[in-house]
Structures are given as structure tokens and as C-alpha cells.
């Protein structure tokens, strides 16, 4: 499901990027115009590059225009694996090229010698049978025939409770109009049974977005073991995360919680503890340690209530005076 996702966020940008980028191109020649308005932002990049790569050669007709030898102009500057001369072959009255380097075969775009040819030829617009469908804006938009229900204009049909949903709310509404009258009674139940009837038949082939699908392949699923379910369509178990669980960690006063009981550990009551507990021997309780002044160090009072500490510190005001 992430890798779907994921899948879909980048197609969904870049054709969002190819809609905003709708300037007119002015440059490049009619060839370029026009696969501009082809091609996504991806390709026409790349048939650039190959429209840049094919100025660097010249088209020579031989015979009667049906057979092209494209050739570099400077055979010097070819490396010496690469070829400096090849055939294009004209078909079908210009609608289709075939060159013998076969990137059109291997790559769907016609090469940079097929374009010198083109541009020579003086066509202004690349033939239909030269577009591969799956390198163009509308590649989303097309679909067989048997997937024509599904079309892109329509992408909420994908949903696995829009169906379902929709069917339910005008399923709601003829039950309402139903029940206004025993006339109405009749004429809904007889809709029903005849649509009952029609559906019987068509409704035997299921592609499996339906919710009851769904509903009823997950009460099944744990039936079947894991090795010998070869296309799960169940969601994957979520990794175990490190750490201590959320669910276990301390609670605070303020989410309205039971306090943990505090018991005495000598007669096990909730009311007190050892320290006020009633039961206890008085021998064991430690007397309190008298107060000790930490000024002067005489028993009796505190630092604060002594009365050196006072003259000590009229003596340190006098000296910073």
C-alpha cells in the first residue's frame, strides 16, 4: 500500500507539472512545437537532445526518396565504435521510418537521424505511428477496452466505498418513495425483483473492489496459512516499534486516574501508613531532634530567630556603607 501510494504521489506530480507548464514553445522548429504538446515534460526533454544531436548530420536521398543516408559532418569527431553513416528507410508514404541504428524500436522515440530526415522532408508535425502512447500526456486517460469503465475522468470509481455508498443512498431514496403508499409498495418491490433478475447475471464476474469482496475475503483469511497464500491482500503486519509502549508509561494526576493505594505495612490499611499507624509499639518511634541553631550552634531556636545572626549581619551592612 505505501509503494501504491508513493507510485501515485509522483505520477500525480509530475502531471501536474506537465498541466502547469503549458507556455507556447517558441523555438526548436515546428517538430519541437509539436512534441512539446505530445510529449510529457520527462520525454520532451530527451527529444531535445536528440533534436540538438541531429543538427550535427546531413540527410542524402537515394533512389526515389524512399531510402535516406544520414551522415555525420565531421567523421573525425565520431569515436571509432560508434558509425558515422546510417540508413533510414521511408514507409507508408512518410508515416513510418525505420533507421538502422534502432533506438525508435529499442526506446520509442524516433532517433536523431529519423528527425534529420523528417526536417528535410519539411514535415512539421511527427506521424501518429510514431507516437508511443505510453510516453504522451493522455497515457492516464486512455485505456482498453475492457478497463473503459474505469476511465481517468472518473477516478472516484476506484474508491472501494464509492460504489457501494452511492448504490446504498439511491437504494435509501427508493425505499422512502416505496413506502409512501401501498400502490408505490407494489411498483417498488416489482423494480427491485426485476433489477434483482438483470444483475443475476452480470454480477458473477466480480473484480474484487466491491466492500462485501473485501469484507468477506478478510473473514476467510485466517484460514488460509501464509505459505500457501500466494496473493495476499491482506495489510501487512505493523513492525514492532522500540521502546517502551505508550500504554504502560507512567500516568499523571491530572488525566483523572486511580491512584496507586499506599498500604501500612503493619496492619495492611489503606488509611495510613507506618509512620501514623495506631498499632505501633511507641518504642520504635525515633524521637524528634531537637532544634540546633547552625549560627551559633546552641539548642533551643533556629538561625533565623538567633540573635548573632542579627548583629552579624547590621555589622556586614555598616562595613559596605
Excluded at 504522451?136 to 482498453?144: D, E, F, G, M, Y
Excluded at 472518473?154 to 446504498?168: G, I
Aim: include cysteine; proline fraction near 4%; aromatic fraction near 8%.
Amino acid at each position: 500500500m505505501k509503494m501504491q501510494y508513493i507510485r501515485d504521489e509522483e505520477e500525480n506530480y509530475e502531471e501536474r507539472r506537465n498541466k502547469l507548464n503549458s507556455k507556447k514553445m517558441r523555438t526548436g522548429g515546428p517538430l519541437v512545437v509539436d512534441a512539446h504538446k505530445i510529449y510529457t515534460l520527462k520525454v520532451f526533454s530527451l527529444f531535445c537532445e536528440l533534436k540538438e544531436q541531429s543538427e550535427f548530420y546531413r540527410a542524402i536521398a537515394v533512389g526515389n526518396g524512399l531510402r535516406y543516408e544520414v551522415e555525420h559532418y565531421d567523421l573525425n569527431r565520431v569515436q571509432h565504435w560508434c558509425k558515422g553513416r546510417y540508413t533510414v528507410q521511408v514507409q507508408q508514404d512518410g508515416l513510418l521510418y525505420s533507421c538502422e541504428c534502432g533506438f525508435y524500436e529499442h526506446f520509442g522515440l524516433p532517433c536523431c537521424h529519423i528527425l534529420r530526415v523528417m526536417i528535410c522532408c519539411g514535415i512539421q508535425k511527427l506521424p501518429e505511428q510514431m507516437i508511443i502512447q505510453r510516453w504522451t500526456k493522455l497515457a492516464r486517460h486512455v485505456l482498453p477496452t475492457d478497463l473503459a469503465q474505469y476511465n481517468r475522468d472518473n477516478p472516484a470509481l476506484l474508491a472501494q466505498t464509492y460504489r457501494h455508498s452511492s448504490l446504498m443512498l439511491k437504494a435509501l431514496k427508493l425505499v422512502d418513495m416505496g413506502d409512501s403508499n401501498a400502490q408505490c409498495h407494489t411498483i417498488a418491490m416489482k423494480i427491485i425483483e426485476d433489477g434483482i433478475d438483470a444483475l443475476a447475471e452480470f454480477s458473477k464476474d466480480k473484480d474484487g473492489l466491491g466492500l462485501s469482496h473485501n469484507q468477506v475475503q478478510d473473514a476467510g483469511a485466517a484460514s488460509v496459512p501464509d505459505e500457501l497464500d500466494e496473493f495476499p491482500q491482506r495489510v501487512p503486519k505493523r513492525k514492532t516499534e522500540r521502546g517502551r509502549p505508550s500504554n504502560k508509561r507512567p500516568k499523571a494526576s491530572h488525566e483523572k486516574l486511580s491512584k496507586r493505594p499506599r498500604f501500612c505495612s503493619l496492619c495492611r490499611s489503606e488509611k495510613h501508613t507506618l509512620q501514623n499507624c495506631h498499632d505501633r509499639d511507641p518504642i520504635t518511634k525515633k524521637t524528634r531532634r531537637p532544634p540546633t541553631c547552625s549560627g551559633c550552634g546552641i539548642l533551643g531556636h533556629s538561625v533565623d530567630r538567633c540573635s548573632r545572626a542579627e548583629d552579624q549581619v547590621v555589622v556586614r551592612g555598616f562595613l559596605f556603607m
